[in-house]
């Protein structure tokens, strides 16, 4: 235990890390939040923010989305040697670019790098793809193309659309940089991407809609689900930059404000932030859900009058 004369937040820290080591928090365990510390010890928010920013640049803890700061996991074993270039191929490749834009973003993401993990000179690579442009493409192509559709499709518009958005979602989750491509003024004519864009229209094909209505609710959905989806590369980004997650970033910002004169200013924020108690927890997964139920529910006359404006 850190004597008292030392800083709140250094005793908080030698708290923590004591639990840790001695199995009372277990690798990939949610610690306490900033908020619950900041309660138990009688601090500050960012006192507590503090003392876990310590422990994370120790390494002791990480943060997670969605999950809050949990014990940091052991160190992953080494990786095993790539394969000799002889097993070199265009296949190959695509994958470890696929990996190295899961784990680091399409920032990291290059020739070289993909030489590098590959264990081959970057010329070779060029051997198999032109640059770096085509091959963000083919590797969007081929996350795009990791989930199918049953060969006999739920019965119903509704059904179906909601399916096929729930599907798009699942793979922005697992590979959020798609999110970041391309506008939806300049679609992305991939042949794995074009199969989702499928599905939507033949779910609205026999509703007498117009090819341009058609088309609008397609973009539309789809548009929503990749605006969403653009927050879970910029959280991930975030967390790396701050150290901190979402939450603890909002409680530093509001144990900052003026809540004297946010109540004057603001009195229906104020009056919900009071309310909510705990905070508020904006959870992605069920703002979709909300979004997608919101948005079918909308479509539904105008689908079903057969798109009649």
Do not use: C
């Amino acid at each position: 235990m850190a004597p008292e004369t030392e800083p709140p937040f250094r005793r908080i820290a030698a708290d923590l890390r004591r639990r840790i080591a001695d199995g009372e928090l277990a690798p990939g365990e949610r610690v306490p939040s900033n908020r619950r510390l900041a309660q138990d010890w009688g601090v500050a928010l960012a006192t507590a923010t503090k003392a876990l920013t310590v422990l994370r640049l120790e390494g002791l803890v990480e943060a997670r989305p969605r999950v809050g700061t949990v014990v940091a996991a052991a160190p992953a074993p080494e990786p095993r040697p790539a394969p000799p270039p002889a097993e070199f191929s265009r296949d190959r490749l695509i994958r470890a670019a696929l990996e190295i834009a899961d784990a680091e973003g399409l920032a990291a993401l290059s020739m070289r790098a993909v030489a590098a993990r590959l264990g081959v000179s970057a010329m070779s690579a060029y051997r198999y793809v032109t640059s770096k442009d085509e091959l963000v493409l083919l590797v969007a192509d081929a996350a795009f193309g990791e989930a199918a559709y049953p060969a006999d499709p739920p019965a119903g518009w509704r059904p179906r659309l909601e399916l096929g958005a729930r599907t798009l979602w699942t793979l922005f989750r697992r590979h959020p940089w798609l999110a970041h491509l391309s506008p939806v003024t300049r679609p992305l004519i991939l042949p794995n991407l074009l199969t989702h864009a499928e599905w939507a229209l033949a779910a609205l094909d026999g509703h007498g809609l117009s090819p341009t209505a058609a088309l609008d609710i397609h973009v539309l959905l789809y548009s929503y689900i990749e605006g969403i989806a653009v927050n879970l590369e910029r959280e991930t980004q975030a967390q790396a930059t701050t150290g901190l997650t979402g939450d603890q970033w909002t409680d530093t910002r509001l144990a900052a404000l003026d809540a004297p004169a946010a109540a004057t200013r603001l009195p229906v924020f104020t009056r919900l932030m009071a309310d909510l108690g705990d905070g508020y927890d904006l959870d992605l997964d069920a703002l979709f859900d909300l979004g997608l139920t919101t948005l079918l529910d909308g479509l539904t006359p105008r689908i079903e009058a057969g798109g009649t404006r």
